[in-house]
């Protein structure tokens, strides 16, 4: 891999990316060029990605937005190889985290205070260009499309400048990459995007999570953060228990196991009532349902995070946000990444955030698709790849 391009208007041709070829296949290593960065865009090595299970989704062929051939990952962390004109804010050999939800700081969504969503480049990250129209990447003579506007399943990738952020270069990219992602979306649901003001749930709130992969235990550890009561996490599979105590639940229920009550009934009699909050971390709409109906009458409030396939609707009787509960959602959970992400990466360092724990597997960039079928399995929390072991 050529180390001598840093700061060069140089096509890197010989890196490795798992390149998804089409839909429900599996992910084959090649070699890829990777054009140099244009004006406001940063190319940067990537050391280390995890896998979510959003990366599994579009490979399904079931996101609507889903195109091939592309470059999939979006929970990545590497190091800034080359800048192109007018970057300022990141430079050659900064260690950086790719942001699928970029900050330009000046668009309308930007400035409105009340969101995270940025409307800067969303509809050329969609179609999977650069905002220029153009792709960064080839193989085998063809352009390859870029994926959530990052592309980490390539061992250098190019990104918008508002699409990166800086972090602190103490800070082991093995695990960082996951801020990327799964852990900052369900910590930033709980803290940030929860609660009628933005504030994150209130001390003494009464919560229930559904799902307890890395997206749910990181609403548990938000919920733990603000003080939560009772923290319940609501699993099919037991083995989530043992994991939701581990990051603080206090209660856990498997709704296939409950008999004839349904699991908002069920909810509703251990919180005298409902839920303060709930939190979907499944993708599953029909588990949305019943996260919305086990949330208290007047006020409480139910957080969509898990990503339904394409086709898949939401419903519930209106009676139910007539009488005061409240239906919501977020990406990246709400938060700023060129803001807020630098924080959340001192907390780690400063042991106020668990990260390592959420990692149960490792592979390299040639057995990716291994990393997929680990997170597949019911026991993987996390799979980090390296991508520099090809
Ligand atoms: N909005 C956003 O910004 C983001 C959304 N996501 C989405 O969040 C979701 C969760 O991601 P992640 O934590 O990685 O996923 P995981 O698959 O690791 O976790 C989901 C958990 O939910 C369990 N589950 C499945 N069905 C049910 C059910 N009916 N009731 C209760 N639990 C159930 C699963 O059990 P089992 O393993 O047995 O199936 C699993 O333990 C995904 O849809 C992902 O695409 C991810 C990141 C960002
Ligand atoms: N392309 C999908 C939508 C997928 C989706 O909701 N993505 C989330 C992040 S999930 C991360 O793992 C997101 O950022 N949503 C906001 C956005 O602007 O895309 C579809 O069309 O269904
Ligand atoms: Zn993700
Ligand atoms: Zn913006």
Redesign the pocket.
Known sequence: MPADTAGKNTTIDTPKAAVAWEAGKDLSVEDVEVAPPKAHEVRIQIYYTGV???DA?TLSGKDPEGAFPIVLGHEGAGIVESVGEGVTSVKEGDHVIALYTPECGECKFCKSGKTNLCGKIRATQGRGVMPDGTSRFKCKGKDLLHFMGTSTFSQYTVVADISVVAITDKAPMDRTCLLG??IT??YGAAVITAGRGGGGIEKGSNVAV???????LSVVQGCVKNGAKKIIV????DS?EEWGKKFGATDFVN?TKIGDQSIQEKLIEMTDGGCDYTFD????V??MRSALEACHKGWGESII????AAGQEISTRPFQLVTGRVWK?????GVKGRTQLPDLVDDYMNNKLKVNEFITHRQPLANINQAFSD?KA?D??RCVVNMKED
């Open positions: 979510c299970h959003t989704y992602c799964g979306t369900g559904f799902g307890a992969g890395c997206v749910g609501v699993d099919v599979n989530k709704p971390c499944t993708g599953n029909h588990v995070i898990g990503v339904a959602g977020c990406a990246f959970g997170m019911g993987c929390i």
